[in-house]
C-alpha cells in the first residue's frame, strides 16, 4: 500500500504544511529536509560536490572553447540558427538530418490540479528553466551541465511550478501542448518525439500515461508523436498495466528514482524487467543526479545502483536518461561493460558530449531535449557543434540510433 493510501485510511489531520509536505513526497518533488530516502554515503556527497568544481573550473577550456549565449535566442550566433521575425529560434541548416528526440513531456496536471488543455495554442512557452523568461536573459554556457546556468531565484520558481503541477494548476503547464511542442519541432528540424510521463504514485488523478497516451495517438499527431508510458514500481498492479499500455501502442516506460524513491537494482522490480523484456518495452531510466533534485532523493540515482537491472536482465535494452547526469564519470564505465545500456544525452555540455563519442563510441548515444524543462534548440546546438564535419555520427546520434532501439520508430 501506498503512503498516501496509509494515510487515508488513518483518517490523519494534518496542518496546510505538512499537507503540502507528504504531497510533495509521494510526488518526489518534495521539500528539501523532507524524511525518508536511505542513507547517503559522505563519499557520494564529496563526488556531487567536487563534480560542481571541477565542471566551473574547465568550462571553456575543453575542444570547443568557451560557449557562452545571451539566453537560448543567442544560438542564433551559430551558424545553424537564425531568428524569426517573432524572436523565435529556427534552425536554417539544410544538411541537419530530421531530428528524433527520445526525451520529451506534455504539460503535467496531476492529483488536485485542474486538466491541462493539450491541444490549445499559446502566444509563448514558458519553459520550467527559462533563460530568456527576463531581461537581460541568462548567461548560458553550452559547456556545463545545463542546470549550472540557473540562479536559485530560478530553481525556486521550478518549485513552485511543480507545486502548481499537483495542486491548483495553471502556470508554465497550460503552455506545455501538442500545438506548441510540434511548431517548436518544426522550427528546429525535429521530425518526431517520444512523450514519457510519469506515475507519481498519487491517490488519485495519477493518469498521465493515460491522457498523454490518447493525446498521442490523435490522427493529426500520431506520425510526430511516439507513445511511452509510466508505472510505479511499488504498484501492485504494475505488470496488468504495462501490458495494458503496450497493447495501447506504448513503446518505452519511464521510471524515475528519484521522483518515484525506488532503488533501480531492487530484487522487487524483476518481474517488471521479465515483462518489459517479454513486451518488448525498452525501459527509460532518469539517470543520475542532476544536483537540484532535494538531497533526500540522491541516493536512489547513484549511478552504482543501476548495475544490477543492467547487468541481470541483459535481453531488455535499458536507457539512461541525461547520460548519468552529474554522474556522467560513473554512467561511462556503466555503458561500457553494458551493451544494452544506452546514453539519451540532454544536459551535458559540449565538452562532455566529446568525452562520450570518444569512450563510449557514438552508437548507442540518444538526442533528447526534456521539453518543457528546456528549449529543443538548446540540446540540438551541442549535438551539431560536436558532430560537425561528422555527417555519419550526427545522422546516428539524431535519429538513427532511436530508429534501432525503437524498431524503426
Not at 547517503?40 to 570547443?64: C, H, N, T
Not at 546556468?149 to 503552455?175: C, I, K, M
Not at 506515475?199 to 508523436?225: C, I, Q, Y
Amino acid at each position: 500500500m501506498h503512503g498516501w493510501a496509509r494515510v487515508l485510511d488513518d483518517d490523519v489531520n494534518l496542518d496546510r504544511r505538512a499537507f503540502h509536505r507528504l504531497l510533495l513526497s509521494s510526488a518526489g518533488l518534495a521539500l528539501a529536509g523532507c524524511p525518508g530516502g536511505a542513507p547517503y554515503a559522505e563519499e557520494d556527497i564529496a563526488r556531487l560536490a567536487a563534480q560542481r568544481r571541477e565542471e566551473r573550473a574547465r568550462s571553456g577550456k575543453g575542444p570547443y572553447g568557451p560557449q557562452r549565449y545571451r539566453g537560448y535566442r543567442g544560438l542564433a550566433a551559430l551558424p545553424w540558427f537564425e531568428l524569426d521575425d517573432r524572436g523565435l529560434l529556427r534552425c536554417v541548416a539544410e544538411d541537419v538530418p530530421p531530428a528524433l528526440d527520445v526525451h520529451a513531456h506534455l504539460g503535467i496536471s496531476v492529483f488536485l490540479a485542474p486538466e491541462i488543455d493539450l491541444h490549445a495554442r499559446t502566444p509563448r512557452v514558458r519553459y520550467f528553466l527559462d533563460c530568456d523568461a527576463a531581461e537581460p536573459p541568462c548567461d548560458l554556457d553550452l559547456d556545463v551541465y545545463v542546470n549550472a546556468n540557473f540562479r536559485p531565484q530560478d530553481l525556486a520558481s521550478l518549485r513552485r511550478e511543480a507545486l502548481r503541477q499537483v495542486l491548483w494548476g495553471g502556470g508554465a503547464a497550460t503552455t506545455h501542448t501538442i500545438p506548441n511542442l510540434l511548431a517548436e519541432m518544426d522550427a528546429v528540424r525535429v521530425e518526431k518525439a517520444l512523450i514519457l510521463p510519469i506515475a507519481f504514485g498519487l491517490p488519485w488523478r495519477d493518469d498521465l500515461t493515460e491522457r498523454w497516451l490518447a493525446a498521442s495517438a490523435a490522427p493529426d499527431v500520431r506520425d510526430r508523436l511516439l507513445p511511452a508510458c509510466s508505472v510505479h514500481p511499488r504498484d501492485d498492479a504494475r505488470i496488468e498495466k504495462l501490458r495494458r499500455y503496450a497493447a495501447q501502442g506504448a513503446r518505452v516506460v519511464k521510471l524515475h528514482p528519484t521522483m518515484q524513491r525506488f532503488f533501480p537494482d531492487t530484487a522487487e522490480l524483476g518481474d517488471l524487467y521479465e515483462e518489459c523484456a517479454r513486451l518488448g518495452l525498452v525501459v527509460f531510466f532518469h539517470g543520475g543526479r542532476a544536483g537540484i533534485e532535494p538531497t533526500w532523493t540522491q541516493p536512489y540515482a547513484v549511478m552504482r545502483h543501476y548495475e544490477g537491472a543492467l547487468r541481470d536482465h541483459p535481453e531488455v535494452s535499458f536507457v539512461l536518461g541525461h547520460a548519468g547526469a552529474r554522474d556522467l564519470a560513473d554512467a561511462i564505465p556503466l555503458a561500457r561493460r553494458h551493451p544494452n545500456a544506452w546514453l539519451e544525452i540532454h544536459g551535458q555540455g559540449v565538452s562532455a558530449l566529446h568525452e562520450l563519442v570518444e569512450r563510449v563510441g557514438g552508437e548507442r548515444l540518444l538526442f533528447g531535449s526534456d521539453w518543457p524543462f528546456y528549449p529543443l534548440a538548446a540540446s540540438l546546438a551541442k549535438v551539431l557543434m560536436v558532430t560537425e564535419g561528422r555527417p555519419d555520427l550526427r545522422r546516428a546520434i539524431l535519429r538513427g540510433n532511436a530508429e534501432r532501439l525503437l524498431g524503426g520508430a
